[in-house]
């Protein structure tokens, strides 16, 4: 005779029970390949596979995933003949956590940049819809790096590597796993990594999202740089306080800033949701009102790289139309338009086509403006989706034509040298800019000294 069970808190079934079964991989692993040493070497990254296997042990030791559900994944896992870039897409865009192996190595390496893109945009895309924060990057540290060589999106991580043991920090997991006397120093380490992801999965429950393009995806490495790139966001909105008449409120704050186009889809203002697209790109990125930035001096040369995020009912108010047209008289070609446009809004599909012909006739400039991506900003981007996958394009344009337009002057030369000067640029807002950092070498193309003879501890 079968048992009954009987639900129990009064009747009531659990969260846990209600919430159907999750088989996503928990974790990603994303690490640089290291090239053999010589001709027939061993393969130097038969260490990662090993420390992901003994992730994958742990984490399904921590929880209840049932058999054949993969606990975690690395790019060994693609099989041959099977699409790379489209698995790695599919993978990035539904697993739990990422989780980066921190080295030189790693942050030269533009494959790199684009698989911590393609799930940071989907961490962004998560606390826009939930306005709930979705940290669910776990770094690792393969190798130790002293943080002023992390870029932004890594400095920026609130993680703290000291919880997973003192020798760890300062010998990182491949110094653990090589070497036979940290063994049980890297076995704690590891238990306390696959705690950690679980954790981290368990709390944050990133939603899936759509495959990024990962041929075409950017890097949030960004480009070798000798100093900060920044990156301004410029909201030309209304507030709450001074809508044209008959606008609903529902998408406006107290300030401009608080302009949200895509509700309810988004509960985030999208200047936010923009500032965290651009610093994933490794910018550091501002952001201010139309409204209360004074007007540009004709003729000088540019600050800073800008993003002018507009609404068209803006244009509706009398002044600032009039200082938006004022604005686009000049040439500004590092200042890249784009017009978010929610077309389920029904007040603005009703006056699309009217408000449409108002932008025309008060920004031609810089509605015809820039590449083709720009342009088809400046026409109208319709979804958050959309307006992620556009956005670097158009950052990287302003950035360029930034990089063509800005103020270059010669620095003095160093005492006695006779060697000519590279010239720079001006910096973010008028003073020097750092010299830019000698180009990195190919770190892909050279191996690695062999193996220390204390190395090698059977541990394989």
């Known amino acids: 005779m079968r048992r009954r069970v009987f639900p129990q808190d009064g009747g009531r079934v659990s969260e846990t029970a209600q919430r159907a079964p999750d088989h996503r991989p ?134 703290n590597h000291r919880a997973f043991g003192d020798r760890y920090v300062t010998d990182g997991l491949y110094g653990l796993i090589k070497l036979r006397r940290f063994a049980e120093e890297y076995e704690a380490a590891v238990y306390e990594l696959a705690k950690r992801i679980v954790s981290v999965a368990d709390t944050t429950r990133v939603a899936s999202g759509s495959p990024v393009d990962y041929r075409h995806a950017p890097s949030a490495f960004g480009k070798p740089s000798g100093g900060p790139r920044p990156m301004h966001l410029t909201i030309a909105a209304p507030t709450r306080h001074d809508l044209p008449e008959g606008r609903a409120p529902d998408y406006y704050g107290k300030q401009s800033q608080d302009w949200n186009p895509y509700h309810p889809d988004s509960a985030r203002p999208l200047a936010y949701v923009a500032q965290d697209l651009v610093r994933s790109l490794n910018y550091q990125a501002t952001v201010s009102s139309f409204d209360h930035e004074a007007p540009p001096e004709p003729d000088q040369p540019p600050a800073r790289p800008e993003i002018l995020l507009v609404d068209r009912w803006a244009l509706e108010d009398d002044e600032r139309c009039a200082r938006l047209a004022a604005f686009d008289a000049e040439p500004r070609p590092w200042v890249s338009l784009v017009v978010a446009w929610n077309r389920d809004d029904p007040q603005s599909r009703l006056s699309e086509a009217q408000l449409v012909r108002k932008l025309e006739r008060t920004m031609p400039r810089q509605m015809s403006q820039g590449r083709p991506a720009c342009r088809l900003a400046a026409r109208g981007v319709f979804s958050m989706e959309a307006f992620g996958q556009i956005l670097p394009q158009v950052v990287e344009s302003a950035a360029q034509e930034y990089l063509r337009h800005a103020e270059v002057f010669p620095p003095a030369p160093p005492p006695g040298s006779a060697r000519p000067t590279r010239f720079r640029l001006s910096g973010p807002m008028g003073a020097p800019a750092p010299a830019p950092a000698p180009d990195h070498p190919d770190t892909h193309s050279r191996g690695t000294a062999p193996d220390a003879e204390d190395t090698d501890d059977g541990r394989s």
């Open 26 to 159: 928990y974790f990603f692993l994303s690490y640089a390949h290291t090239p053999r040493y010589g001709v027939g070497g061993p393969d130097p990254d038969m260490w990662v596979e090993r420390l992901f296997r003994d992730l994958c042990g742990h984490v399904l030791a921590l929880t209840d995933l049932p058999a054949g559900s993969p606990a975690g994944f690395m790019d060994r896992e693609i099989r041959s003949g099977e699409g790379w870039s489209e698995r790695l897409g599919e993978v990035l865009s539904t697993c739990r956590v990422f989780v980066p192996l921190f080295s030189p190595r790693y942050f030269a390496s533009e494959m790199c940049g684009k698989e911590w893109y393609a799930f940071a945009q989907r961490a962004i895309y998560h606390q826009a819809k939930s306005n709930r924060s979705a940290e669910a990057i776990v770094p690792a540290l393969w190798v130790p790096l002293p943080p002023e060589q992390l870029p932004g999106p890594a400095e920026r991580l609130q993680f």
